[in-house]
């Protein structure tokens, strides 16, 4: 299915004028040093944490390590057409550090085919420049292996820069820019609608992504961070997928991030959530970040599978929600 990408150009000029601040700051000559000095340093932190507990080949090896997560949805509007539906949700592959080229991910993804897939940004590694083509060079394989009925959508991260947009199309993922895309089986349609980076960037506006939703038309939504999970429930979305915070990527036993980089509550730092009425879920992210390092915290490939329905009661999870809810516990940037 093709959808006609249309942007909009303020958005256009707000994101671009964004991110030559940010080179500037982060490549300018007084603020360069400090920046690669801090990143250099939590790096090698990190790698000496893990060298002196003995944990570093270990945890380079879990990068490499991924997990097929199913996850099973059930939406109360969501047209029978639909039931059974399957969604592959990628998220965060910074694929220009992928050093086995993707083809883990491969091999998963090739076995899997479903209705649609989804990239919830983060696709590249690189924090400024417009070097981005090592990343698309090694999107493409990923891409070309996934076999989706409906095709393949993205939304963009905070490391991914809006001259991406049009090579990514190019080579199959079509990114959603404060808009959305009908889903259609049949007479029956559902919404799939995207934001830009509500993060870094917080070129999100999910006034103009849903300005064309139908009263009763179930909408799912891609977004990179979880960050605007209340705003979206207000606006009536159904499902939100999302990822960054890559589930904490070093995490303690029982995967308990020590830290994730979002300012949500801990419920939404991984897996699936409920928002009010809404359903969310966050990837622990495809690929790694910083350090190559994982540790109670897998990466992840998932595969949503719709239902038309009422959830069933989740008794500890509405407990959950709202005992997070109560004391605001939030997650602190180390890695982006
Ligand atoms: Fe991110």
Redesign the pocket.
């Known amino acids: 299915m093709k959808h006609e990408i249309t942007g909009d150009s303020q958005h256009r000029q707000t994101r671009l004028r964004l991110q030559s601040e940010k080179f500037s700051a982060l490549l300018g000559a007084e603020s360069a040093p400090a920046h690669q000095e801090e990143m250099q340093t939590i790096t090698t932190a990190v790698d000496n944490l893990l060298k002196c507990t003995g944990f570093q080949g270990r945890a380079r090896r879990n990068c490499f390590d991924y997990r097929l997560e199913k996850n099973e949805v059930y939406l109360p509007g969501l047209p029978p057409a639909f039931d059974g539906y399957t969604i592959l949700h990628l998220s965060?592959l910074h694929a220009d550090g992928l050093v086995d080229e993707g083809e883990g991910i491969m091999r998963i993804v090739e076995t899997v085919p479903c209705d649609l897939a989804v990239m919830t940004?983060?696709f590249s590694s690189e924090e400024a420049g417009a070097h981005y083509e090592p990343c698309l060079e090694a999107l493409a394989p990923i891409v070309r292996s996934i076999s989706a009925q409906d095709g393949i959508f993205g939304v963009l991260?905070?490391?991914d820069l809006w001259e991406m947009v049009p090579e990514l199309g190019r080579i199959g993922v079509q990114v959603l820019l404060n808009e959305a895309a009908q889903l259609r089986r049949g007479t029956a349609d559902i919404v799939l609608a995207g934001v830009d980076?509500p993060?870094?960037y917080k070129c999100h506006d999910l006034k103009k992504a849903l300005a064309a939703v139908a009263p009763d038309q179930v909408v799912i939504l891609l977004s990179?961070?979880p960050e605007i999970a209340a705003e979206a429930s207000r606006y009536g979305v159904d499902f939100y997928l999302c990822?960054?915070t890559h589930g904490g990527q070093i995490c303690l036993p029982g995967g308990i991030a020590l830290f994730a980089?979002t300012s949500c509550i801990r419920s939404y730092v991984s897996g699936s959530w409920k928002c009010g009425t809404m359903q969310g879920y966050t990837s622990r992210g495809t690929g790694f970040?910083l350090a190559a390092a994982r540790l109670f915290c897998p990466p992840e490939i998932t595969l949503h599978t719709l239902h038309t329905g009422s959830l069933p009661c989740d008794f500890y999870g509405v407990i959950e929600e709202n005992i997070g809810k109560l004391f605001n516990m939030t997650g602190h940037a180390v890695y982006?």
């Open positions: 965060d940004g983060d991260g905070n490391h980076d993060h870094y990179h961070s990822g960054h980089n970040s982006a």
